[in-house]
């Protein structure tokens, strides 16, 4: 099956840097999505991006499909973006492989 | 809010007794999807129904049962619960295999 690797695994920041998260992944993918996880365990949606470039307020997303990866770009880092992130891939089984997430960790 | 919910959200049982999770959905997706998360694993797929009667396996479904007899509820059974069954459950839907998935708030389920 397909392969979903994370990097950083760890990431500390301080409050206002900014950051870059990388997804890889080991076959073509019809659906990709960054999710965050926050200290209370919750999974929220951050992107749904097969492919191509979107931004959300501070934070973006760009996958390159036929290079196999996915960037997740954090600017102007706070505390309340601290949690676990994590891509998600299917490449055509209808179900979701997850990758073992990047945790992050903003100091104020 | 994706309109999914998860019961109980926690519980504690011992080894050996059964076990039920429900994930009930008010959108009408005809995709749901269990999960468990442990530490150093990420989220691994357990079983998964693409519709009514329909389901499959996922990744690590040694242990566990489905089943979905109306679209809005998905249960997990774990027959016989053990310890190493001890993790966090969550509960997905979509509408398709291929479109964003919605996940529910999680079970945190501890066998002693």
């Known amino acids: 099956g397909i392969q979903v690797e994370q990097s950083p695994p760890d990431l500390i920041l301080q409050e206002g840097a900014n950051s870059t998260l990388r997804c890889n992944f080991s076959?073509?993918?019809?659906?990709l999505q960054w999710f965050h996880q926050n200290p209370w365990g919750q999974l929220i949606n951050l992107f749904y991006i097969p492919s191509g470039t979107k931004q959300n307020g501070r934070l973006s997303a760009t996958t390159v499909a036929t290079e196999r990866y996915s960037l997740l770009y954090i600017s102007s880092s706070q505390t309340t973006d601290s949690g676990v992130y994590f891509c998600?891939?299917?490449?055509?089984?209808?179900?979701?492989?997850f990758g073992k997430g990047t945790k992050l960790t903003v100091n104020p | 809010d994706a309109g999914i919910t998860q019961s109980p959200r926690h519980k504690v049982t011992e080894t050996g007794t059964p076990v039920t999770l429900r994930c009930h959905q008010t959108?009408?997706?005809?995709?749901m999807y269990w999960y468990r998360q442990d530490p150093g694993h990420g989220l691994r797929l357990i079983h998964y129904s693409y519709g009514v009667k329909d389901t499959d396996k996922g990744e690590v479904s040694d242990g566990y049962s489905v089943s979905r007899s109306k679209t809005e509820d998905f249960l997990l059974t774990l027959e016989s619960a053990t310890s190493s069954q001890t993790s966090v459950y969550f509960c997905a839907i979509s509408i398709q295999g291929y479109t964003e998935a919605f996940f529910g708030q999680g079970t945190r389920l501890t066998v002693v």
């Open positions: 998600a891939v299917d490449s055509g089984s209808e179900k979701l492989v």
């Open positions: 076959d073509s993918v019809n659906n």
């Open positions: 959108e009408n997706h005809r995709y």
